[in-house]
């Protein structure tokens, strides 16, 4: 069960690269301005409290990311963005990789699309912040 | 008309050289080679790897190729063996060798050490493939992980530091070298279109037609004049969003926000008329075998043509800013010069290749899908450093908005696609070469056809090139400068994601 959010702001680490990355990044932008919401884009994991993944990686690509996972401090959440890091996709050439990273990590929110929207990436923050901040003014 | 009846009754000059060079090495490699082609504008040869090293010396040293770089290395799978495909290139008439070298046995996912070895010992640039050497093993002492660090894609660096001076740095592709090399084996060709667009995550459509341009050679397809016209129309816009998209990195990384806020604005609007017309942003599934999936409509082109002329206006204040900025300006000149020898050393293409003095772009120089028709020019810079990229750029932009204006202006009515059935296609092994003019260099794909599926598939470019580039560029400078030089430089991660 996940801890409510106590604070106002929600800071948001990506890992990985292909086409999410660039749509994930879009929403920084003036139009969709995702910092309306309180939402920042961190380069540190210790100052993160989600880790978005994405994109398709290799063994060294998934150790990657669980050592970032873990040097993040509790609570934290994690979010699996697109086809490649929900089920592996087409191109993951060895299947067993998410499988190994859904082990180590454990994930609170999937964003289907190949790749998902702006506006989808920003509608899953949005609803995980309403479903566990009773006090948030960002309802959906 | 008779133009096309023209070109395929006679040889141009260039096939007729290609067939000579063919017959020629056919002598030279007389008991070495297991087979040598000509497929396209390129040269195939398929090897065994025991005479691997003797073919290698005898192409390097032979006065008559003068092969002036190797520009990437590759590895197939055909289901049962494992390929080594490496493309050497020939600048003075433009065509490509390229080596097919079968494997004796499964390699390891590092990479087949014994042969990139040959290659390294006659071409400098061989030294980025192969697994590379980590940090605390003998020079390196410094890291920048891959994927935490704003601006990079599929790729770290190992750095040498002394103080903040680079000594010497390292691309590490491993969290990259990860495709599935069978991702198309129970596809039909006709369904791999949508696939393709993957490997360009700025601009997918340009490896989608390089995909279907190959496919329509082998077919001998002629697609209508119309078909021709969305096609350079839909290319031109993936240009300009991602040559924005270029720019918009560069000005968060010098700390520009205004630049920054407003070439977002501009590209998200040329994303709204991408998505008009394909129906999807950067991902946009649209070329199809024979022509382009859907028609554009008479609003469509009244849209395209008043939104082009307002991002004409928006965009020239966005150049006068950027040019009187002394962060742009002083920042990026002198810095991370690629001259001619080098940028022909390591076989870089596109505006990179550009902005060092040399004016070759194969939308005049191969004319791929109709730019005959069309006026515009190459525009090009002398110094090739970070200044000059930008600058190459920021013409490029205004004169993809030039053949814009004049498509939407003077495009053709006709069908949009042949209709031709291909559900029953069925080729004898074949393979084919195609390259496109991408906004990151030549987009050059490999394929073989076999049937109605593919037996090999591999993306051989141009950020490839541009990465084994960037580890050479980046010695002697100072640490700060390293987001600033790779960004410059353009690498998009799709194609990354093959390396070896």
């Known amino acids: 069960m996940i801890s409510n959010i106590e604070k106002s702001n ?85 299947p067993q990789l ?29 609803k995980f912040i309403s479903e566990n901040n009773d006090n948030s003014p960002a309802k959906v | 008309m008779f133009e096309n009846v023209n070109n395929k009754i006679y040889s141009s000059p260039h096939t007729i050289y290609l067939e000579k060079t063919e017959k020629n090495l056919r002598q030279f490699l007389e008991d070495k080679a297991a087979r040598i082609s000509r497929m396209g504008h390129d040269i195939l040869i398929e090897l065994d790897q025991e005479n691997s090293g003797a073919v290698l ?49 499964k ?10 070895n040959q290659f390294k010992e006659h071409y400098g640039t061989a030294g980025s493939y192969g697994p590379g050497k980590t940090v605390g093993e003998e020079m390196y002492n410094y890291a920048i992980p891959g994927q935490i660090f704003n601006g990079f894609g599929g790729f770290g660096v190992d750095l040498s530091l002394e103080d903040d001076l680079i000594k010497a740095a390292h691309i590490d592709t491993s969290i990259s070298r990860v495709i599935n090399k069978n991702f198309f084996r129970d596809l039909e060709i006709e369904q791999l279109v949508s696939y393709m667009g993957r490997f360009d995550h700025n601009a997918g459509i340009f490896a989608e ?36 998209n270029f720019l918009a990195g560069l000005a968060e990384i010098l700390g520009h926000d205004i630049v920054w806020n407003m070439l977002m604005i501009e590209r998200e609007k040329m994303l709204g008329i991408i998505e008009v017309i394909t129906g999807a942003r950067i991902i946009p599934n649209y070329i199809r075998i024979g022509g382009v999936n859907s028609e554009i409509g008479s609003d469509i082109i009244k849209k395209v043509k008043r939104d082009t002329a307002i991002f004409f206006k928006n965009f020239r204040k966005i150049e006068r800013m950027i040019k009187a900025d002394f962060t742009f300006i002083d920042r990026l000149r002198g810095l991370g010069i690629i001259n001619k020898d080098m940028a022909g050393e390591y076989g870089i293409s596109g505006p990179n290749l550009r902005a060092s003095a040399i004016r070759y772009d194969l939308r005049k120089n191969l004319d791929y ?5 069309i006026h515009f020019t190459v525009p090009y810079t002398r110094n090739g450093d970070c200044l000059d990229r930008v600058i190459v750029r920021l013409g490029e932009i205004y004169q993809s908005v030039r053949i814009v204006q004049q498509i939407v202006g003077e495009i053709p009515s006709g069908p949009i696609m042949k209709r031709i059935n291909l559900s029953h296609l069925d080729f004898n092994p074949t393979p084919f070469t195609t390259s496109v003019e991408c906004p990151h260099g030549i987009f050059k794909i490999f394929g073989e056809a076999e049937g109605n599926n593919l037996k090999t598939f591999t993306v051989l470019g141009p950020s490839k090139q541009s990465l084994s580039l960037a580890g050479a560029l980046l010695e002697g400078n100072s640490f700060d400068d390293i987001e600033v030089i790779i960004a410059s430089l353009d690498i998009n991660s799709g194609e990354v994601m093959g390396f070896v």
């Open chain 2, 209 to 244: 037609l390089a995909f279907c341009l190959g496919i329509e050679e082998l077919l001998q397809l002629q697609i209508p004049r119309r078909g021709k016209y969305i096609r350079m129309l839909v290319s031109e816009l993936f240009r300009i969003t991602s040559h924005l």
């Open chain 2, 369 to 373: 899908t109709g730019y005959q028709d």
């Open chain 2, 57 to 105: 010396t005898e192409i390097k040293n032979n006065p008559e190729l003068a092969v002036e770089s190797l520009k990437s290395i590759n590895i197939i799978e055909d289901g049962k063996k494992v390929y080594l495909l490496s493309e050497l290139s020939v600048s003075s008439p433009g065509y490509s060798i390229i080596l097919k070298i079968s494997m004796k046995e």
């Open chain 2, 107 to 116: 390699m390891p996912q590092s990479g087949p050490e014994s042969i990139i």
């Open chain 1, 98 to 126: 998410v499988k190994k990273l859904k082990r180590n990590i454990s994930v609170d929110m999937y964003i289907p699309g190949c790749p998902p929207r702006p506006e989808a990436f920003i509608y899953a923050v949005l």
């Open chain 1, 10 to 94: 929600l800071n948001i680490i990506v890992s990985g690269y292909g086409c999410c990355r660039s749509e994930i990044l879009a929403t920084r932008g003036p139009l969709y301005d995702i910092q309306r919401f309180g939402i920042n884009f961190v380069n540190l994991p210790e100052d993160a409290d989600i880790l978005v993944i994405f994109g398709f990686s290799s063994e060294s690509g998934i150790n990657s990311v669980i050592d970032i996972y873990k040097r993040m401090r509790p609570p934290r959440w994690v979010f699996a963005c697109g086809s490649c890091a929900i089920s592996g996709g087409r191109f993951c050439g060895v």
